[in-house]
């Protein structure tokens, strides 16, 4: 099992920046760098939405957040961040970590297809 925990989200003007962690802990058999890592976020009464995910080095990251945010992973550290820059009202909501072991790039988009999950972080940004 893995466990996933993330950190660093708070309350923001629009325009400020944050950065969000997440670190894995557990044993599952698989090192972490061989996980494919992704963030997504949900918003009051809205769906889960893909934000962007990093896997074998290569990052994809929806159009919504293009340019503005970008992930990051130490492999050392069992940790993996979200640089979020330029940051609007709409961004607004709670950020989860996911961990999956089996990803082909054209899942990388799907909740479903991931194995673990972190609890989730509020991100509140006012304008």
């Known amino acids: 099992q893995v466990q996933l925990v993330e950190s660093g989200g708070g309350l923001v003007q629009a325009g400020g920046s944050l950065r969000l962690s997440c670190t894995a802990s557990?044993?599952?058999?698989?090192?972490?760098?061989?996980?494919?890592m992704g963030w997504f976020r949900q918003a009051p009464g809205g769906a889960r939405e893909f934000i962007g995910s990093i896997r074998l080095g290569n990052t994809y990251y929806a159009d919504s957040v293009k340019g503005r945010y970008s992930i990051s992973r130490e492999n050392a550290k069992n940790s993996v961040y979200l640089q979020m820059n330029s940051l609007k009202p709409e961004d607004t909501a709670v950020y989860y970590c996911?961990?999956?072991?089996?990803?082909?790039?054209?899942?990388?988009?799907?909740?479903?297809?991931?194995?673990?999950w972190g609890q989730g972080t509020q991100v509140t940004v006012s304008s």
């Open positions: 557990g044993n599952s058999g698989i090192a972490f760098s061989r996980y494919a």
């Open positions: 996911a961990a999956g072991s089996r990803l082909i790039v054209s899942s990388l988009n799907n909740w479903n297809a991931y194995d673990y």
